[in-house]
């Protein structure tokens, strides 16, 4: 893809890297604001973490669906345009909120907007994993992602922080205002860069119906055993685990009687999980390999989530949510560079379509289980079956493929899909 001064030239010095890395990240801070506003909004107006749980389930559901055929647009249309033309999407109804709360909290509008910028955020995750090999080169995808995420997670401390004092002087309506305008700032930053020609054969690929293209990924992703079995593994582990951050929000106010800005410390402190999660990972799988990382990674979610139904404090729920972040970081960012490495270019939307609409597919209703369940039973309970589950799927992944995956050099490598599917 490279030559081999591209390919040792450091990301630091890359201009188009860096300037999708730094407008991605604050666009990734104003997007940890509605992490923490979203569910205090309909805290404050319900009262209920069966109605946090159902706006979850809901925009999951639109999620999902905007996942089955997102990659099917992104692998037919210019992937910077779209990731703009979303953005924009979601400034302006984001933008909505604050302004209809300027009346009275209005709970039924976000059972709208939601799930259409959930739909939305789905399609421009997946043009942003797809670009990401044609911002730098495959031997540092693992890396780029890394970096990524590592900032992300910088900018998901700092946002909760933030968001819990905005929210707790001036109403978790304004906090939205403020995702809403970091939308502008990723839309900015997309106009100033441009992506590497898209290779391979996609001057020769015959396009077919929607559906046709989007089941050409999902054939790829099935005939892959690595890739079959994290499917499936991880349908498993979202259902388990989607509606967390509803529960831990009841749980630090309800149970432990924090407030607003308690929330967004014990978020914001978390996040530091993710950061570890995120360095660590290129180093982890280049000594340890896929299998080692990624089983790892399950199996340090699974005892984090039950550690945080045990415990009684804040400060070890905020010890133990970083612990369970920095899993959920190495895990995710091992199975997404993977994907990204073995996959065509001209498939590589329609295969992260195909892996994200599969294994979210439980999510919504295990969020609407899992907050109805905390409701019911308690967040002890609900945490220690959580916890074991998950548990469940890394000693599962020790009877898969994954177990024995080593580099991506070491992984079967996909050959290029022939013309016409």
């Known amino acids: 893809m490279s030559s081999g001064t591209t390919a040792s030239r450091s990301l630091w010095r890359d201009r188009a890297f860096g300037t999708y890395w730094f407008a991605q990240s604050l666009s990734a801070a104003g997007d940890a604001f509605a992490f923490l506003a979203v569910p205090l909004l309909v805290l404050h107006a319900t009262g209920s973490v069966a109605q946090m749980g159902l706006l979850t389930a809901v925009a999951g559901v639109a999620s999902v669906g905007a996942g089955m055929f997102g990659g099917v647009l992104v692998d037919r249309y210019d992937r910077r345009t779209l990731m703009i033309v979303v953005d924009v999407v979601r400034l302006v109804l984001y933008g909505l909120i604050p302004l209809a709360w ?195 990674a399950q199996l340090v979610c699974g005892l984090a989530l039950a550690g945080v139904g045990l415990v009684g404090d804040v400060r070890a729920v905020t010890v133990l949510t970083a612990v369970y972040l920095c899993g959920i970081s190495v895990g995710g960012i091992s199975s997404m560079s993977l994907r990204q490495e073995i996959t065509p270019d001209h498939l590589l939307g329609r295969v992260t379509s195909a892996f994200w609409s599969t294994h979210y597919s439980l999510g919504p209703a295990g969020a609407a289980v899992l907050t109805w369940a905390a409701g019911r039973f308690g967040v002890t309970a609900v945490m220690l079956v959580a916890g074991a589950g998950c548990v469940l799927v890394a000693l599962g992944g020790l009877c898969t493929p994954i177990r024995g995956a080593g580099t991506p050099r070491a992984t079967h490598r996909a050959q290029p899909a022939p013309a016409g599917i």
């Open 102 to 296: 300027l009346a009275g909290p209005q709970v039924w509008l976000l059972f709208v907007v939601l799930p259409i910028c959930e739909a939305a955020g789905m399609l421009f995750q997946i043009a942003a994993v797809a670009s990401v090999p044609a911002l730098v080169d495959r031997d540092r995808i693992t890396e780029a992602n890394g970096r990524l995420q590592a900032t992300f997670a910088l900018a998901a401390v700092a946002g909760p922080l933030l968001a819990g004092v905005v929210s707790a002087r001036l109403g978790p309506s304004v906090a939205l205002a403020v995702n809403a305008l970091s939308f502008a700032v990723s839309a900015a930053g997309l106009r100033m860069i441009r992506f590497r020609p898209r290779g391979e054969v996609q001057g020769v690929v015959r396009r077919e119906k929607p559906l046709a293209e989007f089941l050409a990924g999902a054939r790829f992703l099935w005939r892959q055993p690595v890739l079959r079995a994290l499917t499936v593994l991880l349908a498993v582990f979202i259902f388990l685990t989607y509606g967390f951050t509803d529960v831990l929000v009841y749980h630090v106010k309800h149970d432990l009687g924090g407030t607003d800005g308690t929330v967004g410390t014990v978020l914001g402190l978390a996040a530091l999980g993710t950061v570890a999660g995120a360095l660590l990972v290129a180093p982890l799988r280049r000594r340890r390999g896929f299998g080692t990382a990624w089983v790892g």
